[in-house]
């Protein structure tokens, strides 16, 4: 399909703009075109519009129409943004899909989808009144200086109020400013992305010819003494003649001048400085090297693909860690290249980016793009417009990449995808990036998606045996290399007081040592970041626990604090009791953070790093750490999930999961599938290109199915274990599953109002309803919380209408007055 923008209307005819605003209403307002404004309206353009008496927004047009609202008279748009659309048919289609499928609306899309920079905000501006004069004598202090300031100035930021008064908190002196009538308030529209712009040194026009160049060099009186000047001059014309043009700042690097000398030539009206904007993402040349071959399995395994392609629209490659998926998505992006398509490469998490995108700039250079939300607003909007006119092919991004206005898409490639990174949690549109970007592919005429995992989700596996997507395998690892050995070693031999506070047990403490000792690299994986998961009073019992949280909180040492990690709110470390008054506090189990302090321990000479989201934080960190390990400048790296997820280091020898027992015990009807994932592909970071790697896993439970299964690296026979499990109580991918969830201040309001909300549904869909009931964690941020799961059999017609349904009894729950304030989430496919 063409995704140009359809056809609209001559401009006379279009009278109205449906107009999709970044707010979370139910439906999308309708305003008038102004007749001069008729010819640029146009769908994917933004515009300017007014809502209620003093705020503006800067909105998208839908589509534009000729019929006029029916119960209000339609305000006029104020002004088009755009000369061009910023996003296209396709893109605005895959909104108003994503706000019907996962029960949000189209603004909450918008709001999601685009970067802030192209999300005017309403800034505050007070207006000086001229008809209050110059007399502020009745008024207080800090109302006079803000008075003498407008009646300089005639306008003020509300920032700018703030810097007067030395004072965050300058409403109440605002509110007595526009009671008095000194000033009123205008709301003024701020487009705040600005291009990067970068000082050039020209030759001024006078000096083009050489024979004036010549008399300026050899008799100009104003170089005579200035030998400085002249020096920078000729090295400036060196520069200019094998490199171009050049800026001020490479030319001063190089030249070693100061820029008192170059202002100096500027000055004397014979070198130009001249501002001009500038690309803040590097572009290298545009060119395809594929300079390796692929392996007999890995070529049988991409003409299996094309041929899956040819017949359905998702393919399914199930590959061994370490097989070899990557080389196979190369050659797939080189064949869309040199047809002249796009391709987006969908990671789960930051972290893998950076390691991804050397690999694949090697062979594709500047077709390559990133985006992700550690880069700047400024950088997301020029990889936007990059994008948008078609100059960048390939982007390598996280879940909000597939937000990005592509023109003329060829090829999705979904990495990992059975990672829940996909899953968007908070806010709204809470998303599934694997699956919305299967509906986004069908929007394109010959856009096909490419599903890849050594784990791949039940789902997507059960999607692939029923024939819904084509499915490849790829059993063995490149080269030949075994998949690594894993061993499974019994924590409960170790209940003696010598090993009370031990984290690394001796045979993985052993191993980590003979690693080493052979100059191998060594991962340890620990799904718990900080220091200690909570402290306990050793006299009565007693745990500090998050005052606005129902959890406990954890120790951060590197902070010395206690540490919510659900709202973030930090604490003094505790010494006293506040139940018993003990200062005998224990620490119970353990973090990221006691792992790295036991291995220093442990290995004093050993080099160690952390990978979690407290030690890498910055734009850079995650790429930083990671080179650092592939360079062998760490021994050892300790991580949370970062570490799990299709990194590929080439001495890594061994692979420690500290604490099995902890991923195996979440009340999760996932929790089997999700253990195995993650342990199977940690396993899969050890032995991936020189010999047979090892994995050691400490646990009390070692009889455990899902580990005899890890060890056998058995994923089919975890599947065909769990599904019938899935089948009988009513599980995906057997049905799909709505969750709700009652936010309210007050537990016996929100319980009450959870129950209501139920009562309402049980006619139509009791036999699908589990709850309502409190979660494990109830209470978050001061919200109460209660959950209501809705398990619908997998019928296109009966979930649509459940979902209006739901929409429904939500606004008729809020037309009573005790359950007003009580906020309903709906989540589509929420774990």
């Not at 600005?194 to 008399?215: C, G, M, N, R």
């Not at 599904?723 to 799909?736: D, I, M, N, S, V």
Request: contains cysteine.
């Amino acid at each position: 399909m063409n995704n140009e923008l359809p056809y609209h209307p001559p401009a006379a005819m279009a009278d109205f703009a449906e107009v999709i605003i970044p707010l979370a209403l139910p439906l999308n307002y309708t305003w008038a075109i102004p007749e001069e404004l008729k010819a640029s309206a146009v769908a994917g353009c933004r515009v300017e519009v007014n809502l209620g008496k003093s705020k503006k927004y800067a909105g998208v047009i839908k589509r534009v129409h000729t019929t006029p609202p029916e119960f209000f008279e339609a305000k006029e748009i104020v002004n088009v943004l755009d000369a061009v659309p910023v996003v296209f048919e396709s893109q605005l289609k895959l909104w108003e899909w994503m706000a019907r499928y996962y029960m949000c609306t189209e603004g909450e899309v918008m709001a999601a989808a685009l970067p802030a920079h192209f999300k005017l905000s309403s800034e505050t501006i007070l207006v000086f009144n001229e008809e209050a004069g110059d007399d502020f004598t009745e008024l207080d202090t800090e109302a006079f200086l803000v008075a003498e300031a407008l009646l300089l100035r005639k306008e003020l930021k509300l920032s700018e109020v703030q810097q007067i008064l030395e004072s965050n908190h300058v409403y109440p002196v605002v509110n007595r400013l526009i009671q008095g009538r000194i000033c009123y308030v205008w709301e003024s529209l701020k487009e705040s992305y600005s291009p990067k712009k970068e000082t050039f040194v020209l030759l001024h026009p006078d000096y083009d010819s050489e024979a004036a160049l010549e008399q300026l060099l050899n008799s100009d009186p104003r170089l005579q003494r200035a030998e400085k000047q002249m020096e920078l001059l000729l090295g400036y014309l060196h520069f200019q003649k094998t490199e171009g043009i050049i800026s001020k700042q490479a030319l001063l690097k190089k030249t070693g001048a100061s820029d008192t000398q170059l202002k100096g030539l500027a000055d004397k009206g014979i070198l130009v400085l001249e501002k001009r904007a500038v690309d803040r993402i590097s572009v290298l040349p545009k060119d395809i090297r594929i300079n390796f071959k692929l392996s007999v399995a890995q070529t049988a395994a991409l003409e299996r693909i094309r041929s899956a392609l040819e017949e359905k629209d998702v393919c399914l490659l199930h590959g061994v860690t370490s097989s070899g998926k990557t080389e196979i998505y190369i050659h797939l992006i080189e064949e869309q290249i040199r047809k002249g398509k796009q391709v987006l490469y969908m990671l789960p998490e930051i972290a893998l980016t950076s390691q991804t995108i050397r690999r694949l700039q090697r062979h594709f250079g500047g077709h390559i793009g990133v985006y992700h939300s550690r880069f700047s607003q400024n950088e997301r909007v020029e990889i936007w417009n990059k994008v948008r006119d078609g100059s960048l092919k390939v982007i390598l991004g996280a879940r909000s990449s597939l937000f990005l206005p592509f023109q003329d898409l060829g090829m999705i490639v979904c990495d990992e995808e059975h990672d829940t990174s996909y899953k968007q949690m908070e806010p709204a549109p809470r998303y599934h990036a694997r699956d919305a970007a299967i509906y986004f592919a069908s929007l394109f005429s010959d856009c096909r998606v490419v599903l890849g995992s050594a784990t791949p989700s039940f789902e997507s596996y059960s999607n692939a045996l029923n024939g819904k997507y084509g499915l490849v395998l790829l059993t063995e690892r490149f080269g030949n290399i075994e998949l690594p050995q894993i061993g499974i070693m019994d924590t409960r031999r170790y209940r003696s007081k010598e090993f009370a506070d031990t984290i690394l047990f001796p045979p993985l403490a052993e191993s980590i040592g003979g690693a080493l000792g052979r100059g191998k690299q060594v991962i340890l994986f620990q799904n718990r970041r900080g220091y200690t998961p909570y402290q306990r009073c050793n006299t009565c019992g007693w745990v500090p626990q998050c005052k606005y949280c129902d959890v406990s909180l954890n120790y951060h040492k590197v902070y010395n604090k206690l540490v919510c990690h659900y709202c973030g709110t930090s604490y003094p470390l505790m010494v006293t009791c506040p139940s018993c008054g003990s200062h005998d506090f224990i620490q119970k189990q353990f973090g990221t953070e006691r792992v790295e302090e036991a291995l220093q321990e442990l290995f004093p000479g050993a080099r160690v790093g952390r990978m979690d989201i407290d030690a890498v934080r910055g734009k850079h960190a995650h790429d930083q750490l990671i080179q650092n390990f592939e360079q062998q400048k760490l021994d050892i790296l300790v991580g949370t999930q970062m570490v799990v997820k299709g990194l590929d280091f080439e001495h890594v020898e061994l692979v420690g999961i500290v604490d099995a027992d902890g991923i195996l015990s979440f009340a999760d009807f996932r929790v089997n599938e999700r253990a195995f994932q993650l342990m199977e592909q940690v396993s899969g970071r050890a032995g991936r290109k020189h010999g047979t790697g090892s994995v050691l896993i400490q646990t009390t439970q070692p009889e455990h199915p899902v580990l005899l299964r890890v060890q056998q690296h058995e994923y089919r026979a975890l599947f065909d274990d769990e599904l019938p499990k899935r089948e009988q109580f009513g599980y995906p991918p057997y049905t799909r599953l709505i969750r709700l969830t009652f936010k309210n201040k007050i537990r016996d309001v929100v319980r009450d109002a959870a129950t209501w909300f139920t009562t309402g549904l049980q006619d139509r869909y009791g036999n699908y309803i589990t709850g309502p009931s409190e979660p494990l964690i109830n209470k978050v941020r001061n919200q109460y919380l209660m959950e209501l799961l809705l398990k619908l059999p997998r019928s296109t017609r009966l979930i649509e209408q459940c979902k209006k349904d739901v929409l429904y009894h939500v606004a008729l729950l809020h037309q009573e007055k005790r359950y007003r304030s009580v906020v309903v989430i709906p989540d589509v496919d929420p774990f």
